[in-house]
């Protein structure tokens, strides 16, 4: 697959008591994108605060032909977590002062996008296992956003997804 | 600080049922590591199976001096979501024969550390912050392992932690 840019919007573009730093040179480890997640939702100012995994809209999790031989067995598990790449964040803010209540606080005392790994997980129930892509509801990103991973999750407190998950 | 190698074991190391994949070329992304997890487990058959964010060991979170005002505000929440990145994993295994039970699994059906991206999570309640480094328990990762990210996480459900968070 294309690899996105990394995009890092401008400096000019911060909140009064907002600070950031200069990024390192080079990163430490790669992290290749396995696929892609499908939702309805074009824009990040669409997207729902949090994910439903039991009344949100059905999205497709995307996996590249050279993963797919690791989705086998996942038909039997009802819960899974996605991780993925929050591609439109940047990454230099060590502190932020969200709109919503106008303070300021360290990016790691935020679940804000913004900050130096834009990595996020969901938890999702599974509706359809198929060979190269899933149908879950839970998902709150935009879509195309890189996928990074998919682990089964025991979540026994969870709502049992509807309908029943199919095995691949 | 200094990157870590990335270790990848020679492919002789497989068990019946498994198959690998060849690594793509180049990542998409890079992470940069922002910090070490440091806990009483030096090698991986040390850690224990899962952490206990009540009567776990204390453990370190250590934050590297350019992420530290990140750290702002984070005393005030009882629970934390830490990412890490599991450096001694292969990433190149797309299908799996755990010991535990002999069957073979897709990477993305297992909790295995060995994926395409071997990024990890755990829930841990916050004993002390300090400016430099956080006090927690619920790690469950050998001594080192690269940070990648600290969240606050609403956990309603979790025990409260002992003693409590000491605001930065």
Redesign the interface.
């Known amino acids: 697959?294309t690899?996105?840019p990394?995009i890092l919007p401008a400096r000019g573009a911060m909140r009064p008591g907002e600070?950031a730093?200069?990024?390192?040179a080079?990163?430490?480890?790669?992290?290749?994108?396995?696929g892609r997640l499908r939702t309805p939702w074009k824009e990040r100012r669409e997207c729902p605060r949090q994910g439903d995994l039991v009344d949100g809209p059905l999205c497709r999790v995307e996996?590249d032909p050279?993963?797919?031989?690791?989705?086998?067995?996942?038909g039997?598990?009802a819960h899974l977590?996605i991780?993925y790449?929050m591609?439109l964040a940047r990454?230099d803010l060590?502190?932020q002062s969200p709109r919503s209540n106008g303070e300021?606080?360290?990016?790691?005392?935020?679940?804000s996008p913004i900050?130096?790994?834009p990595?996020s997980?969901s938890l999702v129930s599974l509706v359809e296992a198929h060979e190269d892509h899933l149908i879950v509801r839970g998902l709150d990103c935009v879509d195309g956003t890189?996928l990074?991973?998919?682990?089964?999750e025991k979540c026994p407190?969870a709502p049992v997804p509807k309908p029943p998950a199919v095995p691949v």
Do not use: C
Request: proline share 7%; glycine share 8%.
């Open positions: 697959m690899a996105l990394e600070s730093v200069d990024l390192p080079a990163g430490d480890v790669s992290l290749y994108f396995v996996v050279r993963w797919r031989a690791a989705l086998k067995g996942i039997g598990h977590q991780l790449w591609h990454r060590v502190e300021t606080s360290g990016s790691f005392a935020l679940r900050r130096p790994n990595v997980s890189p990074i991973d998919i682990k089964p407190e």
